[in-house]
């Protein structure tokens, strides 16, 4: 499972650090990384990293958010700088993880609210 940390409450231009640690396995993780989600609409990639750190970002959030991972700790991380309101959404992490069955299946924490406002 994946358990997430961090998010809450952030005045424009602050930070937030959220943290997602792959807990109850041992298998190979590939890609990581974070959607997030409004109401009504479609979770949409914010974030993601490869095993080898290749990272890719959406468009508004470039240069404000980095993404990172570590393979020891089985752990991603998300440093969001310079927030913005329209930021505040459920932020769920996901790992590629593959099986014993050699088969790669996507895991997703439980997401955690991320609320930017004065």
């Known amino acids: 499972q994946l358990v997430e940390s961090g998010g809450g409450l952030a005045q424009p231009g602050g930070s937030l650090r959220l943290s997602c640690a792959a807990e109850?396995?041992?298998?190979?993780?590939?890609?990581m990384g974070w959607y997030r989600q409004t109401p009504g609409n479609q979770r949409e990639l914010v974030a993601g990293i490869a095993r080898g750190g290749n990272t890719r970002y959406l468009d508004s959030v470039k240069d404000r958010f980095t993404i990172t991972r570590d393979n020891a700790k089985r752990t991603v991380y998300f440093e969001m700088n310079n927030l913005k309101p329209e930021d505040t959404a459920v932020y769920f992490c996901?790992?590629?993880?593959?099986?014993?069955?050699?088969?790669?299946?996507?895991?997703w924490g439980q997401g955690t609210q991320v609320t930017v406002s004065s």
């Open positions: 109850g396995t041992h298998f190979e993780i590939y890609a």
């Open positions: 996901y790992a590629d993880i593959v099986d014993s069955s050699d088969s790669t299946n996507r895991y």
